[in-house]
């Protein structure tokens, strides 16, 4: 079957690092996507993987292994607006998107 | 450029009421989608259009109908509403479908309770 790990929720503090990882086991793979969604809003894109290694984009990088069925969002510098959760989406043969359940990120200042 | 619209943005039903949910986007993208998002679920695919005039089932279609008879419109229909189908439903769409990053975008979400 499909399917995609993430941990429920994560805490971290203002101006630190945190990594969340995802695991994915889906029928084809035609990419890994991040998005981040703010409470009561909808989710917003933020990254898509397809070839294995680091992709970096201003405080937000996001790892892919193709051979491991792994991803992580590397998040830098936090800041308060980061607060949110964090969804995993898997990209399967028939190039539909197969999500996880979300992380959902606590800032503390 | 508005994006992707949805209508109401909130709504309380009876179970048995029919109800259209409506979805407009304004990027002349050719796939949408209509997900649901239950607390502790991730994201379900409920229909999908890869461009005007097709339609097809994502993971969880029981209940539910849509059409696409252009490129803009993407209305979801419930025939009958059960208490199941309480849930936040989001519509979204992407350039196109197939190889290449084609992110999805999301519309501001329906939240319909049904009781």
């Known amino acids: 079957g499909q399917n995609i790990d993430q941990p429920t929720e994560m805490t971290a503090t203002e101006g630190a690092i945190v990594q969340i990882n995802c695991t994915y086991q889906?029928?084809?793979?035609?990419?890994l996507f991040w998005y981040q969604q703010h409470a009561g809003e909808a989710p917003t894109f933020l990254s898509y993987n397809v070839l294995d290694g680091l992709e970096e984009k201003g405080r937000f990088s996001s790892f892919l292994s193709r051979s491991k069925g792994y991803s992580y969002l590397l998040l830098k510098e936090l800041q308060m607006k980061d607060s949110a959760s964090y969804l995993c989406?898997?990209?399967?043969?028939?190039?539909?998107?197969?999500w996880g359940a979300g992380t959902k990120l606590i800032i503390k200042p | 450029t508005a994006g992707i619209t949805q209508a109401p943005t909130s709504q309380i039903l009876a179970a048995g009421r029919s109800m259209t949910l409506r979805c407009t986007q304004d990027m002349r993208h050719n796939a949408m989608y209509w997900y649901r998002q239950d607390l502790g679920l991730g994201l379900r695919l409920i229909h999908y259009?890869?461009?005007?005039?097709?339609?097809g089932k994502g993971e969880v279609p029981d209940g539910y109908s849509v059409s696409r008879a252009n490129t803009d419109d993407f209305p979801l229909t419930l025939a009958s509403a059960v208490p199941s189908q309480t849930s936040v439903y989001f519509c979204?769409?992407?350039?196109?479908?197939?190889?290449?990053?084609?992110?999805?975008?999301f519309g501001p979400g329906t939240r319909l309770t049904v009781l």
């Open positions: 889906t029928s084809g793979f035609n990419g």
């Open positions: 259009s890869n461009t005007a005039g097709t339609t």
């Open positions: 989406a898997s990209m399967d043969s028939n190039y539909q998107l197969i």
């Open positions: 979204a769409s992407s350039q196109t479908i197939g190889q290449g990053a084609h992110e999805q975008f």
